[in-house]
């Protein structure tokens, strides 16, 4: 576990790294290499997150069958969030510089509700959170 704790220290380190270069170098389009850089730098960080996710859930819920079904409810809940989000998303055309098909605005509008339903969902959590403690503490 203590490659995990170096790997982790060197992914912070090139993050700050690329933090500052990209604010010292603030790129004025879209087309400009810094933003390349940083945007591939993001998907390899999310792409990263989404193994290591994937790795501890299936870690941990083959070890019983409670776990086994926990993951199967998961797994149907997040189709059901996201293909529910995209069967809402509209993707209607907008005016850009840049040419975009209406499925890469399908997709951008199935993301966005997504956020918004996690938000959503987070707010509702810290909701419940204080109110059942202000419950329990009574």
Do not use: C, H
């Amino acid at each position: 576990m203590k490659v995990l704790k170096y790997i982790e220290y060197i992914l912070l380190a090139l993050s700050l790294i690329l933090i500052v270069a990209f604010m010292v170098n603030i790129p004025k389009t879209t087309e400009a290499p810094m933003m390349d850089i940083a945007l591939y730098w993001a998907y390899l960080l999310l792409f990263a997150a989404i193994i290591l996710i994937l790795f501890f859930i299936l870690k941990g819920s083959f070890s019983t069958k409670k776990g086994i079904i926990t993951l199967v409810v998961l797994v149907v809940g997040v189709i059901v969030i996201v293909g529910g989000a995209y069967l809402l998303a509209p993707g209607t055309p907008i005016e850009t510089k840049v040419q975009t098909t209406e499925s890469t605005l399908k997709i951008t509008d199935t993301a966005l509700y997504i956020t918004y339903f996690a938000l959503g969902v987070a707010i509702l959590a810290v909701i419940w959170t204080s109110v059942r403690n202000a419950i329990r503490n009574r």
